[in-house]
């Protein structure tokens, strides 16, 4: 049995995620105090191969309940129930503005005297704790719903297996990072199309722009050396226990250079037949 426990972020997209899990065919549950969690683990796996997927939501609203996770988590791994958890987060700046476009109420709106800012500091440091111990990360700051199923569906569809889950990224610098990359690469020193009047607005998912991008031989060294380092840090993620690993490739925009690379990294890793998906995270914007 596969047993999944989200938690994260009061507005950074538990809900959706739950969706999409659900989708592929997760048997989902909402707002489960912790301590109840061993007893629905229980029950799920008594159902003899009725509940093969289960995912159960904890989180703050919980109020003193939630306190008990860590010790939860602790007394499940000591009893041998094998859970991998989900942790949905966002910045500040958006989740403040999510809750006032929804006109939500904060769970802890009322220990912070009504205000939204503190109140999403405050679940931070109680959470912080539970990040840490968390197998899989996703931040949404940036995520369309779209794109946060794509990610839920490429880490969860198919058999549950610990091996390791490459999700490759390509990104603009101009919108920020990825905040949930453990590597990242900066490839705005290669050629840019961009100036490339015929390929300005086509991007490095059309061939005429994967071919400007690869014919140069600063590009071509920069592949070989890339190649080679994700080649030999992949075993090394393996043997550490690692579930996720999310490279970042970005450039300017998140338009040209950065999509053929993230491209071109997503087939390599397919020919070594590991577990990807590739997400062009700006590659709409303008």
């Not at 996770?69 to 910045?91: C, R």
């Not at 009504?114 to 999403?120: F, I, N, P, R, T």
């Not at 990825?178 to 900066?186: G, I, K, M």
Request: proline share 3%; hydrophobic share 40%; charged share 25%.
């Amino acid at each position: 049995m596969e047993f999944l426990i989200v938690t994260g972020l009061s507005g950074a997209g538990k809900s959706r995620a739950m969706d999409a899990l659900e989708d592929i065919g997760f048997y989902c549950a909402d707002n489960i105090p912790p301590k109840l969690i061993p007893t629905f683990y229980e029950l799920s796996r008594q159902a003899k191969g009725t509940l093969s997927h289960v995912a159960v939501v904890t989180d703050i609203r919980g109020g003193d309940m939630f306190s008990s996770l860590l010790e939860t988590l602790d007394q499940m791994k000591s009893d041998g129930k094998d859970y991998k958890v989900l942790f949905l987060d966002a910045n500040d700046y958006v989740l403040v503005n999510r809750f006032k476009e929804t006109r939500r109420k904060h769970p802890l709106a009322d220990n912070c005297l009504g205000s939204l800012d503190q109140a999403v500091r405050l679940e931070r440091d109680v959470l912080r704790l539970v990040k840490e111990r968390a197998d899989y990360v996703i931040d949404t700051s940036l995520l369309s719903p779209a794109q946060l199923k794509k990610r839920i569906s490429g880490l969860f569809l198919g058999d549950a297996s610990d091996a390791l889950m490459i999700h490759c990224i390509s990104f603009g610098f101009k919108y920020g990072v990825p905040a949930e990359a453990d590597l990242v690469f900066d490839v705005r020193c290669l050629p840019n199309p961009y100036y490339v009047e015929e390929l300005k607005n086509l991007t490095g998912l059309d061939e005429p722009v994967r071919s400007y991008v690869m014919k140069w031989d600063q590009t071509k060294g920069f592949v070989r050396r890339f190649m080679d380092l994700i080649d030999y840090m992949i075993p090394l993620y393996c043997g550490e226990g690692k579930s996720q690993l999310v490279v970042a490739i970005g450039c300017t925009g998140g338009h040209h250079r950065s999509v053929t690379l993230a491209e071109l990294l997503y087939n390599h890793l397919l020919q070594q037949n590991l577990r990807t998906s590739v997400n062009h995270r700006d590659i709409q914007k303008q």
